[in-house]
């Protein structure tokens, strides 16, 4: 029995070290995601995350898109949503060159985060804000149960803008952003911010 046990053990430890490394060696999770995509003539901009936290992140509350049981109702949806999508970003500050500028709204869509939708590219970010599952969802009461995923636009910009975008009324504790960048349909960079209150991005040219 010396000899079966034995192996066992050291298999039970490298299994163990092994599993320690594999923990180890994943990436720390990201809270939000935006993706910038540059183009001649107008700047794509499509954010991601969980509702309760993009929402911190806009200053905004709840209501904004529930109804009155406080509850998201995914029927609504088939009347449109860019006028929420507009209303979450009021307070938010954009400057394009400088000067102060508006971003239009696309879209605004809400999954439940078992619906793993992928959110890494401008093409990612068209699909998410476009997949409406107005008809086939019960509503929700619980944002922190939801992905939250909105489509914006601004006209006119030029590829080479310098883009400041500021969130002045962000309610944040450490929250990581995950900032994707793409030029022409060609990626430039991803990066890791840390956002607190009154959080501030400079998207890479």
Not at 12 to 37: C, F, H, M, Y
Not at 91 to 115: C, F
Not at 155 to 175: C, G, H, R, Y
Request: net charge negative; aromatic share 8%.
């Amino acid at each position: 029995m010396k000899y079966i046990l034995y192996p066992l053990a050291i298999i039970a430890v490298s299994a163990l070290s092994w599993a320690t490394l594999v923990v180890q060696a994943q990436p720390a999770k990201d809270d939000l995601t935006l993706i910038v995509s540059r183009d001649e003539g107008y700047v794509e901009f499509y954010i991601q995350g969980s509702a309760d936290l993009v929402l911190e992140l806009l200053g905004k509350r709840p209501e904004e898109i529930t109804d009155k049981n406080d509850a998201v109702d995914f029927a609504s949806f088939q009347n449109g949503t860019w006028k929420t999508a507009d209303r979450l970003i009021d307070q938010l500050k954009v400057h394009l060159d400088g000067n102060g500028d508006v971003l239009e709204a696309m879209s605004l869509m809400l999954h439940p985060k078992s619906d793993l939708i992928p959110f890494q590219t401008p093409t990612d970010g068209q699909f998410a804000v476009s997949i409406c599952n107005a008809l086939s969802r019960e509503p929700v009461s619980d944002l922190s149960t939801l992905n939250l995923f909105a489509g914006y636009i601004l006209v006119p910009a030029s590829k080479s803008s310098a883009i400041q975008i500021s969130f002045p009324n962000a309610n944040l504790d450490k929250t990581f952003l995950r900032l994707i960048t793409y030029t022409q349909g060609q990626f430039l960079s991803s990066k890791r911010l840390r956002l607190n209150n009154h959080a501030t991005i400079n998207i890479p040219t």
